[in-house]
């Protein structure tokens, strides 16, 4: 039989393919769509071959390719959280500072451009006072945030002078970069509902919704890596038991990947063991890693 | 057995429709009746498993015939094992799924 002879594949089917295919893990990806649109040019022959009415023969194909979600959130579900972690690039301060920093300078870009195309009229008054209320949620922030790193003993790889200075500008930077993509972001927003007036009211309480996740995910990404090198920490183990959380250690153990030391992170805050513990090891712990 | 795999009676017949010759996943949803959310995710159990093997049709071939190729699975020698405990489990598995039509070109 010619493939010219077959119902040719309906844009919507292949559209489901695409949305389906973004579940499934990048390495995967190629070859899942492939053996689905596969698949799809024998489901749409057989419908055209069975003679089945154009809409239910259609709606067959439709149920056959929504089918592919389910397969794609199996491999998704199925593949090891590593693999997907290594597409982003985020374990290294440099790899994590690179992509802020861009993704804060494609929002302004876009905010920018987009301010100047469709409020040619817009004052610095106007963009003052507008700036105004974006920010206003800032100082809300720590009332809603919990802001402890957790504990550090004293170490002299810890306590210098150089290596606060450093995780203290990494926090500040990753907090400045990702609140300016907030900020970007509801610009873009404000300036697409500008005629409907209760948006405002939405921006404000989106405003401070995405500030509360941006900063609440600066510090949980701080927390998950090691004081000294700043990369992201690995080998998550889980420590202890539940039922023992009165002198026992319940919690999550990682690891620093160039073996600086240990982070124990409890599951709840117990009377010896309230918050995330860094325990720093010696160079003899290097071979580990 | 020690060690033997047990599957659910979906996967067995999955497994049944692949030993019957319906080696590509439209064919075993064509023969099992099974919606292709179901078929697919177990396929791709039954490969982790190792149970059953997948394998690309030479491009060559498909093109030969004016159409895509197909990815064809086979069962594995423990696949087959398993088979025949799910057969022993399931009396009813090789009527439901029979193997007069072979889905191969």
Known sequence: ????????SNPVHIVILWAAALLVPGERRQEWLAEWRSEL??????CSLELASRLGGRWQITAFCLGSFEDALWLRRNTPQSEER????????????AFLAALAGFSMVAA????????????????????????????????ITSLSLGEFPAHSRLGAWKGRLQRGIFLTAKVVFIMLVVYCGMLILACNCVTFPPAVFL????MLGGYTVALRWALNDQRGRCPVCLHLLTQPVAL???????????????????GHGFFHVPESPTSWFSTQRWLCLDSSYRGLS | MAGEVKL?????????????????????????????????PAMRRL?????????????????????????????????RTTLEASRRRYPLLAKLVPAEEVGTP
């Open chain 2, 8 to 40: 659910s009676h979906t996967a067995a017949m999955v497994l049944q429709a692949i030993s019957a010759g319906h080696i590509y996943g439209f064919s075993v949803m064509e023969v099992t009746g099974l919606p292709s959310g179901t078929v697919y």
């Open chain 1, 86 to 97: 290594e597409t982003l690039h985020l374990e290294s301060p440099q790899h994590c500072m």
């Open chain 1, 240 to 258: 202890g038991a539940r039922s023992r959380c009165f002198l026992g250690l319940n919690g999550t153990g990682l690891m620093c990947p160039q």
């Open chain 1, 112 to 143: 920018f451009l987009l301010v100047l195309g469709t409020r040619l009229s817009i004052s610095l008054a106007d963009l003052y006072y507008g700036s105004l209320i974006l920010i206003m949620p800032c100082p809300v922030l720590p009332a």
């Open chain 2, 47 to 79: 490969e982790r498993d190792r149970l059953i093997l997948s394998q690309w049709e030479k491009q060559s071939i498909a093109d030969a015939e004016g159409r895509p190729p197909r990815k064809y699975y086979k069962l594995t020698g423990l696949g």
């Open chain 1, 203 to 206: 921006l404000f309480y989106g």
């Open chain 1, 41 to 46: 040019w024998y489901a749409s022959q057989k």
């Open chain 1, 1 to 8: 039989m010619r493939s010219d002879e077959v119902v040719p």
